[in-house]
Each structure stands twice: as structure tokens, then as C-alpha cells.
């Protein structure tokens, strides 16, 4: 398994900002795309994010275009979710997980995802 683990999440207020970390195992960094997923409470797991581990091509959902930004750090370790303009319906536990392609909104299931970080967006 990879272990992962997200930090940063926070109670903020609607039209906030967040970012979100991911610490990833150097064993393991650079070999796969990667994903954000996030799980509200009685919800299914919702992709929102992914990067390519290959040309760093990054890919987002509908619900969260142009407001959320996925990043890699230098060291390829550590994995970032940049959100802005954050909604109430942004509200739910978010978990960074590896993907097998990006490209397509793939994530490993929940045995691969760690220790996630609960956001809420509330006023």
C-alpha cells in the first residue's frame, strides 16, 4: 500500500481559500498520476483533480474548474490542492490517492488513501 497523508484542510468561509497537502512516500513518488478525492458525509467519493506523473498535465471535474489547482512540488513528493472561491458544497473530507491515469478521473480505492483532511466551507 501507499501511504498517504493530506493536511490543510480548515473551517472557512464561502469565497475562501485553501490549500491543501499530500505527503507522499519517496518509494513511491513519481510512479504514478495522482488524484484528489473527497467524500461528504453519506456520499460517494468524488474525483476532483488529477496530474499526469509524466508531463505534469493536470485535470479537474466540472464542479470545481477554475477554482481548484493540483500541484506537485519540486521534489515530486509532496502533492497540492489549491482551492479558491470555495462553496458550502465543497464541505466534505478530501483524500489525495494514486491513479492510474489522470487523464481519464481514475483513483484507487479507499485502501490507498490515508489519513484524509475535512474542509468546511460555512459562514
Known amino acids: 500500500d501507499v501511504q498517504l497523508q493530506a493536511s490543510g484542510g480548515g473551517l472557512v468561509q464561502p469565497g475562501g481559500s485553501l490549500r491543501l497537502s499530500c505527503t507522499i512516500p519517496?518509494?513511491?513518488?513519481?510512479?504514478?498520476?495522482m488524484a484528489w478525492v473527497r467524500q461528504a458525509p453519506g456520499k460517494e467519493p468524488e474525483w476532483v483533480s488529477g496530474?499526469?506523473?509524466?508531463?505534469?498535465?493536470?485535470y479537474h471535474a466540472d464542479s470545481v474548474k477554475g477554482r481548484f489547482t493540483i500541484s506537485r512540488g519540486n521534489a515530486q513528493n509532496t502533492l497540492y490542492l489549491t482551492m479558491n472561491s470555495l462553496k458550502p458544497e465543497d464541505t466534505a473530507v478530501y483524500y489525495c490517492?494514486?491513479?492510474?491515469?489522470?487523464?481519464?478521473?481514475?483513483?484507487?480505492?479507499?485502501?490507498?488513501w490515508g489519513k484524509g483532511t475535512l474542509v468546511t466551507v460555512s459562514s
Open positions: 496530474i499526469d506523473s509524466f508531463d505534469e498535465r493536470t
Open positions: 519517496k518509494f513511491s513518488s513519481g510512479k504514478y498520476d
Open positions: 490517492a494514486p491513479s492510474e491515469l489522470a487523464a481519464v478521473g481514475h483513483f484507487y480505492g479507499s485502501n490507498y
